[in-house]
C-alpha cells in the first residue's frame, strides 16, 4: 500500500469497549503481516497499554514525554510483537508498535492544568508513520470531543465510531457523527458494542444505519468471557473462534478493504 492509513476509533462516551476493540483489531492487522502503530491520545486517562500487558513501572517514555519536548516521538513507541505473539495461537507476522501515555499523576495533572501544543500531535503521527514505515496507525482517542479528538477525526483517513445500544450513546453518536461529516473525514463506520443477547442483531443494525446514515461493520454482543479476561490480554488472539472475535475479524476486513 501507499502510505500509512490513519484509522481514528472514537465514542462520545467512556465505557463503550473503545481500547479493548482498538487493541483486538490492530493486533488483527499485525497478524495479517502489516505494520501497526497503536496511539494512545486519551492522555487525562490513559489505558490501552494494560491490554497490551504492560504497566507504569515499564513505560520509559511517553506520548507525554513527546508533547513536551522531552524526546522524538519514534522513542516512545514500544514494539508490542512478542508480547501480543504470546496471546494465543495465532502467528504476528507484521510488527505492532504501541505508543502509550503516561499513567504517572504528576504527568496527567501537568496536562489538566497546562494542555500542550494540539498541532504536536499531528506531527507526530506523521513522524511515526515515516519512521516506523506503518502501513496502518491505529488512534485511541479521548471520548467525547475536545481540541485533540477532533484533531484526530479531522486527519483520519478512516473513523471509526463506537457505541453502545443505548439512547445516551446514541445522542451522542449524533453529535460526532454530524461534526465528522462537516470535517469531511473519508470513511466512517459505526461498530454497536456490548448488545445483550435478546436483541435482535439484525434488526438492531438496520436501524443503526438508519438513524444516523453511515453503515455499520459489525455488531458485538456483550460477553462475559470478554469481561472476564479482564481487560488482561487480546481476546481475539487468545479466543479466535469466539462470536466476539469474528465480529473484531469482520470490522478488520472492513477497514482492510475501505482504507
Given at each position: 500500500?501507499?502510505k500509512?492509513?490513519?484509522?481514528?476509533?472514537?465514542?462520545?462516551?467512556?465505557?463503550?469497549?473503545?481500547?479493548?476493540?482498538?487493541?483486538?483489531?490492530s493486533?488483527?492487522?499485525?497478524?495479517?503481516?502489516?505494520?501497526?502503530?497503536?496511539?494512545?491520545?486519551?492522555?487525562?486517562?490513559?489505558?490501552?497499554?494494560?491490554?497490551f500487558?504492560?504497566?507504569?513501572?515499564?513505560?520509559?517514555?511517553?506520548?507525554?514525554?513527546?508533547?513536551?519536548?522531552?524526546?522524538?516521538?519514534?522513542?516512545?513507541?514500544?514494539?508490542?510483537?512478542?508480547?501480543?505473539?504470546?496471546?494465543?495461537?495465532?502467528?504476528?507476522?507484521?510488527?505492532i508498535?504501541?505508543?502509550?501515555?503516561?499513567?504517572?499523576?504528576?504527568?496527567?495533572?501537568k496536562?489538566?492544568?497546562?494542555?500542550?501544543?494540539?498541532?504536536?500531535?499531528?506531527?507526530?503521527f506523521?513522524?511515526?508513520?515515516?519512521?516506523?514505515?506503518?502501513?496502518?496507525?491505529?488512534?485511541?482517542?479521548?471520548?467525547?470531543?475536545?481540541e485533540?479528538?477532533?484533531?484526530?477525526?479531522?486527519?483520519?483517513?478512516?473513523?471509526?465510531?463506537?457505541?453502545?445500544?443505548?439512547q445516551?450513546?446514541?445522542?451522542?453518536?449524533?453529535?460526532?457523527?454530524?461534526?465528522?461529516?462537516?470535517?469531511?473525514v473519508?470513511?466512517?463506520?459505526l461498530?454497536?458494542?456490548?448488545?445483550?443477547s435478546?436483541?435482535?442483531?439484525?434488526?438492531?443494525?438496520?436501524?443503526?444505519?438508519?438513524t444516523?446514515?453511515?453503515?455499520?461493520?459489525?455488531?458485538?454482543?456483550?460477553?462475559?468471557?470478554?469481561?472476564?479476561?479482564?481487560?488482561?490480554?487480546?481476546?481475539?488472539?487468545?479466543f479466535?473462534?469466539?462470536?466476539?472475535?469474528?465480529?473484531?475479524?469482520?470490522?478488520?476486513?472492513?477497514?482492510?478493504?475501505?482504507?
Amino acid at each position: 500500500m501507499g502510505k500509512g492509513k490513519i484509522i481514528s476509533i472514537h465514542s462520545f462516551r467512556g465505557g463503550t469497549g473503545k481500547s479493548n476493540i482498538t487493541a483486538n483489531v490492530s493486533a488483527q492487522f499485525a497478524a495479517k503481516g502489516y505494520r501497526v502503530g497503536v496511539i494512545d491520545t486519551d492522555i487525562q486517562s490513559p489505558g490501552i497499554h494494560v491490554l497490551f500487558g504492560m504497566n507504569e513501572e515499564q513505560i520509559d517514555k511517553s506520548l507525554n514525554d513527546y508533547l513536551y519536548g522531552r524526546c522524538k516521538i519514534q522513542e516512545t513507541a514500544y514494539d508490542m510483537g512478542a508480547r501480543v505473539g504470546a496471546s494465543g495461537d495465532i502467528e504476528i507476522s507484521g510488527k505492532i508498535y504501541l505508543i502509550p501515555s503516561s499513567l504517572r499523576a504528576g504527568e496527567i495533572a501537568k496536562v489538566l492544568r497546562e494542555g500542550y501544543e494540539v498541532g504536536l500531535l499531528n506531527d507526530g503521527f506523521r513522524s511515526l508513520i515515516k519512521e516506523l514505515k506503518l502501513d496502518y496507525l491505529f488512534i485511541d482517542t479521548h471520548p467525547g470531543l475536545n481540541e485533540e479528538t477532533l484533531l484526530s477525526i479531522a486527519i483520519s483517513d478512516l473513523l471509526i465510531i463506537i457505541l453502545r445500544p443505548d439512547q445516551q450513546d446514541f445522542q451522542g453518536t449524533a453529535v460526532t457523527v454530524d461534526v465528522s461529516r462537516k470535517l469531511e473525514v473519508p470513511q466512517l463506520f459505526l461498530v454497536i458494542n456490548k448488545a445483550i443477547s435478546s436483541l435482535d442483531f439484525a434488526d438492531l443494525k438496520k436501524t443503526v444505519e438508519s438513524t444516523f446514515e453511515a453503515p455499520v461493520a459489525a455488531v458485538l454482543p456483550l460477553s462475559e468471557d470478554m469481561a472476564r479476561l479482564a481487560s488482561s490480554d487480546i481476546f481475539s488472539l487468545r479466543f479466535p473462534d469466539h462470536v466476539v472475535s469474528q465480529a473484531i475479524r469482520d470490522i478488520a476486513a472492513i477497514v482492510e478493504a475501505a482504507a
